[in-house]
Structure formats: structure tokens, C-alpha cells
């Protein structure tokens, strides 16, 4: 089974993070691989183990897109597990919005299946700098692949993948056959650490450095000049500033009321 | 005049408040036509009417709930080519955003997600980064598609109603063809809260919780709120995956966010810190959670949430 997952490098959450430059576009240092993706590479870590591993002629490629940095995020991605990885960079996709970087990934992908049919993409259920959840749909529209979304489960049968889905209402099994595009939930599993082992491994792992001459893919198409929406302006939101603070001495309860009442809350 | 397109998906025996503000946002863009999907009441289209629709459109499908998404986005891109609509609205919800993400692809228009207001010119509002900025973005595009937040606006009525032009539209013969198949549904139990992403007060528990939510479900019912939980309180078991406010739960913007028993990590603030008044109530006076409240309270949940439930029954006799 040959299984590419995506994994993005994406500013760490624990900290402040900001926009810069004329495009308003993410600040990327102090950038990590983003946490929701590493349930999509255990995910995929699981299938490809299910069925012997790379021995038994599994792969598992991990691809990042971004600038030189994000391939620490597939870096990390071959300490964890994966058997080899990609990173797409180029100057020209700087910018880029969902649309732009759906028809990049779109195309590494089809790329990485040149020589073996991809089976199975896997994505985590958003990423966590810009959080639109637009683009594993996009990939899928694009590579015309069914989608599996917010997965919480996912077993491969064969040619078949089934998975449950949790929605507000009702949870749902689904069924898609092979290829197809799965983006999974935190709820899937628990990531696996990467251990000395792993570490060790990883620096003989293969990286292929992609670039969009080697996808096929025309500057004008991605970045901010492909870009299908324009961020025109952004303001920091001011801070929020701690209001009162009391310390319950029996009647923090009915002064919370009071509050309430005098924010015409009740 | 330009067209704005609203869809709504199963509509239901009435429209939800968040389809009121959809279609309030749309009459700003111009002439309103809907899409839907699903049984369609004669009271919904008479009320689509009232909310000034001209048109009012149908699937000649009625399995497209049997997919995932991608059969609905054919449905609409087919909708936008009838009607002409230079702008789509949706819901902001998962499956809003990928109907949305497809028909982008679909249609090579812009998608923008999250929206909390739209100008008469199509410039969108958001907040993004976890509520850090607030953004404008447009679409470059002849057609524009947008998500919008609930609570985003107030719902309005126009000062004449109309009967809306139905007709139906034929969904792509391929269009379910390689679609994921939902095989098996189970309904979830109805709480009768207000839904957790559109209730206007919200009153969720975390670790400090330990395993009982009971206080803070006779806060939230006393209140009209809905209830919502810390990823430690899920992740414990406590309580259902589908209350989790955070960033990899839901993001919620009500006019007031009770915090009871929770320290307010950087992911749960991510998913709550636009609402309009924040309370907090924790043991631990040194929480981050204090940082963002508009009334902190440093104490045990379990005296002060039962006293402010008790005192509130009082108020209201």
C-alpha cells in the first residue's frame, strides 16, 4: 500500500502568532509539525504495519509544502515512522490560499504516483495556523478521489476503507473504495513519539526536494498571484484585559448573579 | 442585479437562526435565491418568501444525505450555472466548508471561511488565529463563496415578501459515482439545550469538573445555555467528544462563556476567546483562564456554580 500523508510545519500554538509582510501571510519561525497531523501519520503508520510494513512493500510518504524550514516537519515525520519523504518548495507559492495550494499539493501527489499508484492520502482534520479545513476537500475534488473526512475510525478491506465519522446530530459509517482521501480527528489514535531508534533511521531516510518545474506547475497558478482570495487588511485583535477577580468567601455565587444581572446577561 | 445564492441543507420543519442570517446577509448582495436540499415544508417556503427569495431551488436527487459531501457540491455548482449567482453563502459548519471547499474547485472561485460579515461590495470579515486578527479578505473571482459564523448578524425581514420561482435542478448523472457512502447512521440522543456553536450563553466544565457535570447542567438549563467541556474532561470520559470547545473541537462566540474548572490552556482559549464576556471560576488563582476573564472567580466550582444556579431560580421566582 503506498500512502502519502501530509504534514504541515505551522507555528507553534503555545505561543503568540502573527501576521506579516505585505500579503498578511503567517510568521513561520518558532513553527512545528502541526499537532493534528501526526494523528493522520499514525494513522497511516497503523495500515502500513497492519500489512508487514515497508518489508512487505509499504510506504508511507510523508510531504510537506512551505518554505525551506517546513521540511524540519518532514524531518520529524521519519523519525516517527514514515519511509521516505517530499518537500515541495519554491518561491513562487509563497501566499498561496487554499485554492493555490490545493492545486500544488494536487500535483505532487499525482507526481509521487507516477511510478506506483498512490492509494491512500491522509490528512489530519484541519491545520492548525489556518484552520479553513478547505483543502483536503480541495485535494480531493482536484485528484478525483472520494473524501472521507474528520474520521475518527478507519479500516482498509481490501479495496474498500471504511470509517466513522462524528457529526452533531448522528454518527456515521462510511465506505469509500480505494483510491481515496481521508482526513482523520484527534479521536483516531494516539501518536507514537519518536524514539532514538526512529532518530537514528531517519538520517538515512530519503527527502526528495520537489520543485513546481518538477510537478508541472506554472508560478502564475500558486502563490499570491494564483490565489483565488486576497487578505486586504489585518488588525490585531487587542489583547483582552483581566476584569475583576474576587476570591469566594461564601458568597462568590451571588455576586456572580449580580454580575450577570448588571451585564443584562439574565 | 447581482444574485446572491443561500443554500440550506434539510431545512427541516422551520429555518434554523443561522439560515435567517444567511439569507439576512444575502438581501445586503442583492436579489436572494435559495438552494436546498432535503423535504422542503410549504411553511419553509412560505417563510423563504417572507425572507424575500426569488427563486428557490431542488435537486432532482433526493439520496444526495446518502453521500459525503461531494454530490451536493455538483447539485450546487449546477445551481450557480442556472441561476447566475456571483456569491454563495453557506453554513460555517464541516460540511458547509467542504461543499464550499469543492465548489471553489468546481466553479475556480474563491473560498472563504469563517465569515462574520459581509460588505455590500463582497468584502468578508474574520478573525483568524484563533481570534488574534480580524481580517478582510475578497474573492478575486467571478464567483465568490463564503461560510459564515452563526451569531454573526442580526436576523432582518424585508419590507416585502415574495413568492419565490421554484424549479429543479438536475445533480450530475456522475456526481455520487465516487463519492464515499454513508452505509450506517446513528442518531445521536437530543439534548434540548441550544446547539453548542450557535448558543448565545455557554457554560463548559473542565478537569476540575472530576467526572460530574451535574452543577454546570442546572447552570447552563437556568441560563438557556448550552453545555461545553475542556479536552481534559472529554479525553477523561467524562463527557461526549461533541461538547468540546477548543481548537480541535468547536469554536464557540456566545455573548457569555461560563469556565468552570478549567485552566484555560492556549487550545481552549483558542476556541472561546471572542466571546463577548468571559467568567471564570477556578480552585487555582494562578490560571491563564484569569488572564482573559471579565469576572474571575478564584473557588470551588461545586459551592459557587450550585449558589449562582440557586440565586438565579430566586430572581427569577
Redesign the interface.
Known sequence: MKIVVLVKHVPD??F????TGPG?T?DRDESILSE?DEYALEAALQLSEARGGAKAGNEVIALSMGPAGAVNAVKKSLQIGASSGAHLSDDALAGS???AT?LALAAAIRHLGADSPVDLVLTG?AS???????????L???L???????ASSLEVNGERI?AR?????????????LP?LVSV???INEPRYPNFKGILAAKKKKITALTLADIGVDAAQVGAAG???????????PP?T???????E????????E???A?K?? | MAKALVFIDNPGAALKKSSLELLTIARSLGDVVVAVNGELHDDVVAALGAQGASALYRPSATDLDDY???PK?AYLAAVVAASGAGTVLLENT??G??I???L???L???????VVGVDADG?AHK???????????????AVAVLTIKPNSVDVGTPAAASTPETATIDVPADATA???????????PVSGRP?LTEAR?VVAGGRGVDGDFGPLEELADV?GGALGASRAATDAGWIG??YQVG??GKTVSP??YISAGISGA??QK?GM?TSK???A?NKD?ESPI???????????LF??????????KK??G
Open positions: 500554538a503555545q503568540d502568532r502573527h501576521l498578511n503567517v493534528l490560499d487554499a485554492a490545493s482534520m492548525t495556523d489556518g484552520e479553513t479545513s478547505l483543502v483536503p476537500a480541495q480531493a475534488e482536484r478525483g478521489l472520494p473524501q472521507v473526512t474528520f471504511v465519522r462524528d457529526g452533531d446530530a448522528h454518527a456515521d459509517t462510511v465506505e469509500a473504495s481515496a480527528t484527534d479521536q490565489s483565488l482570495t486576497a487578505v486586504e487588511t489585518a488588525e490585531a485583535r483582552r483581566a476584569g475583576t477577580i474576587i476570591t469566594d461564601g458568597d462568590a455565587g451571588i455576586k456572580l448573579v454580575f450577570l444581572a451585564q446577561l439574565l | 459525503l459531501v461531494a457540491a464541516a460540511d466548508k467542504e464550499a471547499a469543492r471553489g474547485v468546481k475556480n472561485a474563491g473560498v472563504i471561511t469563517d468584502t478573525s483568524v488565529l484563533a481570534g488574534s486578527y480580524t481580517t478582510t479578505a475578497k474573492a478575486r473571482t465516487n463519492a464515499a457512502r454513508v452505509t450506517g447512521r446513528a442518531e445521536k446547539e450563553i441560563l467528544h461533541d481548537q480541535t455573548q457569555l492556549i487550545q483558542a476567546q464576556v468571559i467568567v471560576i488563582a484569569f488572564e482573559i476573564a471579565d469576572f474571575g472567580i478564584v473557588g470551588d459551592k459557587v456554580v450550585p449558589q449562582a444556579t440557586e440565586e438565579i430572581r427569577k
